[in-house]
């Protein structure tokens, strides 16, 4: 039986992301997290033929609001969680938290959860640094 093809965290053949790689995008949460944000009419999935996902301006207005002009392909990657960005830099993740709730870092929030966009991180530690 021919395997599945392992899905890029940057380019997806679909223009949907299933309900597993919408999870592995967030390093957290379950399908409960998704059942109460559709619940709620936060995240709405859609179906393309036979498959049902998420569209990536939904999952953008779910997690903040839509990436910056240009910032398109970088938003589409793996978010990280504040300890691996806390790793990129000098700065513990308990203060990458505190700048992001101040609205000095930027962030994506899922639920109570804060993420962070690797391009994002990298060009604010530089401006910090």
């Given at each position: 039986m021919p395997r599945r093809p392992k899905t890029s965290d940057v380019?997806?053949?679909s223009t949907l992301l299933s309900a597993a790689d919408l999870l592995r995008r967030w390093q957290a949460g379950s399908d409960a997290t998704l059942w109460r944000a559709e619940k709620d009419g936060l995240l709405i999935p859609v179906r393309e033929g036979r498959r049902r996902g998420y569209s990536w301006e939904t999952i953008w207005a779910f997690e903040g609001g839509q990436p910056p002009a240009g910032l398109e392909a970088a938003y589409r990657k793996r978010?990280?969680?504040p300890e691996q960005a806390a790793m990129?830099?000098?700065y513990?993740?308990?203060t990458l938290i505190t700048k992001a709730r101040e609205d000095t870092?930027?962030?994506r929030r899922i639920g109570t959860r804060i993420r962070f966009v690797v391009d994002e991180i990298d060009r604010w530690l530089c401006s910090w640094l």
């Open positions: 380019d997806h053949a978010l990280l969680t990129r830099g000098p513990r993740p308990s870092l930027p962030c």
